[in-house]
């Protein structure tokens, strides 16, 4: 006799759909089921999202990633923007920038430049060292020049999947927290305080399939990739306008590590900083909207990675920043380990059984592609037809949502829902913030800027024609 027909555990009312799993793929799969009309629970062991979902950098890296992962990415962000109005958590519309401290670096964003434009897109917009400067606080004699990739989100993840789960309990989402799932069968959801009986099944508790479904993530490959990361306060000389990349990101992310001018610039980093390569260094930034910039962060795999970190990990982030950023002080706030599935492909979509289907992202982007991953592959494999907007919402996958707004000849980034706007500079990046942010001053042919509902909003200058684009390529490690 199976464990199923013991007969220990009562069956619950039938539902439409039952979600193993709170992180960011699992409320994608909550998102898209409630949206068609569906009966949803999600059901998981935690009291509420602990796990990578919250231990990232808010960084939402859509236009690093190609193939499967750029779909799901473009459908993500269609999603993040609709959720961050409806659950009223902050978003905002950055993009991406890059600081090359080399010319092999610059070498390399020229190429991928290059690369957009001759597929007709323009993803990428090539800056000055002036213009990284005046966009991120960068040490005067660091910068050679940059890079701003179009399209990114920005979010903070500490609210954001509370928010979520929050949002998604009004639309009639049940959540049955601090309930252990030991097995899941077509139709039913064995938990320790009952079975569940649902229709349809998503699997999506990442880095732990092994725990539940162990033949399937042998089969795989699934092992946890544990990364190193730090909150600090550091009195830069300017607000970062946007998460950062460096050289070290361009190795990692295939839209430019299979480039050719990818394997000198990896040689070179790895020749000259074997210390850094050795701990997998992603040298990354992003600012959350009290000023706090989150630093990281290093990676090792294994199939259970141990619980104590390198205390050299975190001096080369301190160091690192130090050598990077114009600042005159950094404090560590806050220490800790993320962990997240990993595998040799970004994702697993496996249905497991009839109904049953087993989600993850096996690489570092699970913020980046969760909701559109959950999105899409719930409706191609159980049929679904399109979604209806939750009440309240327009239309979100399929529909173009605006990229940007213009100032002073440069490419504008409007940021919503409570951020802080940052400078648009003349030629280079502008961006307006909405719901409670900050404005810098417009200035002829500097920093132009509008905000609004609780901002200080200042007068942007004129001339400018905003742009919309976002280019290609996967991110194999980023923490986003």
Known sequence: MSAFDSGLCPVRDRLDVAVVGSGIVGLGAAYAAVRRGLRVVVVDRTDRPVGATIRNFGHLCIGAQDGPARAYGEASRALWLRLAADAGFWVRESGTLVVARADDELALLGEAADAESARGEEGIRLLTAAEIAALAPVRSDVARGGAHVLGDLQVNPREAAGAIVRHLVALGVEFRFRTAVTAVRTGVVRTTRGDVAADHVVVAVNHDLDQLLPEVAERAGVIRCALDMMRVSADLRAPL????????SLVRYRRFAELRSATALRERLHAERPELAALDLNQMYTQLPDGTLLVGDSHHKAVQPGPFQPEAAFDAFLSEAEALFDVRDIRVLERWQGVYAAAGSEFLVEEVAPRVLALAATTGIGMTTGLGLAELETSRVFGWDAAESAPGSASIVGSAAPHTSATAGGIGSPATAGGF??????????????AGGFAQPATAGGIGTSATAGGI????????????????????????
């Open 457 to 480: 909003a200042q007068p942007a200058t004129a001339g400018g024609i905003g742009t919309s684009a976002t280019a290609g390529g996967i991110a194999q490690e980023e923490n986003a």
């Open 241 to 248: 306008s946007a998460p950062l990349l460096t050289g070290w």
């Open 421 to 434: 706007a940052q400078p648009a500079t003349a030629g280079g990046i502008g961006t307006s913030a909405t």
